[in-house]
């Protein structure tokens, strides 16, 4: 194996994800089963900036695969949008060595990465870490799976509250820019009607839906609202049918961050795992600026600009299979 790089830095940046701490531990037993120094940096790129980079061994990374969110912290640096604060993040890596990163995070993250590298030619590698699975080149994202069954556990405890009195729930779950967690969520526990950001909301089809359903004096529903759908949160949803169904007896439940936190499922870990141990491989095989992606369970390699703009996309026959579900 021709190995191009001696020393790797691994940092998380963004939004934490379940499953984070899976990747880093394989990073870092990848990287020194092949004798490369690894460098833990502290809080993304704000760590990278101020210094706050640490020697990563065996122990380090013991007992942190179970954990949600991430050991190395996380955060989101506006310095490190400028040249300067860039230079600076560079010069701390020059001084330990560093001659490559493998960044888990999502595409505000990775659009870093890809100016940093084309600055100052450190090749990174990406690990698509979000929640929301809005990233191209993976059928699936680190914390993704983790998220979604979060949502549908709790969906299935707010079922049982409705159903005892005859309630419409609308249920908020996250996705500023991408309904996946809408959609699984909602198909899984069967939800009337799930609202994403990809498809413009018909809301007379909305309402039609549910008067015919309380004519058919089938009084609970469940609608399912991505945050970042196009009529806004849960309770502007809520607000819009309590005018048009007055007798409609509504409640909100905004699931907010317990979707992010948690014990990554067998899944999460399995794919964070295999995706670090391919990041450190594809660095001591040359490759650079690219993301490590799963299509068909092979790994997969997608340029770091092509995984940010082409995003993921949902097909409009999912759609159609909420609407034939829920008749």
Not at 92 to 117: M, R
Not at 136 to 149: E, K, L, M, P
Request: proline share 2%; aromatic share 6%; net charge neutral.
């Amino acid at each position: 194996m021709d190995r191009k790089v001696t020393n790797i830095g691994v940092l998380t940046s963004g939004g934490d994800s379940p499953g984070m701490n899976a990747a880093i531990r394989a990073v870092t037993r990848t990287g020194l089963y092949h004798g490369l120094g690894v460098y833990g940096i502290m809080r993304g790129y704000a760590g990278m900036i101020e210094g706050d980079i640490k020697k990563l061994d065996g122990i380090s990374v013991a007992n942190i695969i179970q954990r949600g969110g991430t050991f190395l912290k996380t955060a989101r640096s506006k310095e490190f949008h400028t040249y300067e604060g860039r230079k600076k993040a560079y010069n701390n890596l020059k001084q330990l060595n560093i001659d490559g990163l493998v960044i888990i995070g999502g595409d505000g993250s990775f659009n870093g990465a890809q100016i940093f590298s084309n600055e100052f030619d450190i090749p990174c590698i990406g690990l698509p870490g979000t929640i929301d699975k809005d990233i191209a080149g993976s059928d699936t994202t680190i914390g993704f799976d983790t998220a979604v069954n979060t949502a549908v556990q709790a969906i299935d405890k707010i079922r049982d509250t409705m159903d005892a009195h005859d309630r419409l729930f609308i249920v908020e779950v996250m996705g500023r820019d991408a309904g996946y967690i809408a959609l699984h969520s909602g198909i899984a526990t069967g939800a009337e009607n799930i609202l994403i950001p990809e498809t413009e909301t018909d809301m007379e089809e909305l309402i039609c839906s549910l008067t015919e359903k309380e004519k058919r004096k089938k009084l609970v529903n469940l609608v399912v609202v991505a945050e970042g759908g196009d009529l806004g949160g849960a309770n502007k949803v809520a607000k819009i049918i309590s005018e048009r169904i007055p007798t409609a007896d509504i409640r909100v439940c905004i699931l907010g961050h317990i979707q992010r936190g948690g014990s990554p499922t067998c899944q999460d870990r399995l794919i964070a795992s295999h995706m670090g141990y391919y990041a450190v491989e594809s660095l001591m095989l040359g490759r650079k600026n690219v993301m490590v992606g799963v299509i068909n369970n092979k790994i997969f390699y997608t340029p770091l600009d092509k995984a940010v703009k082409e995003k993921q996309k949902i097909g409009q026959e999912w759609m159609k299979i909420v609407k034939i579900l829920a008749s």
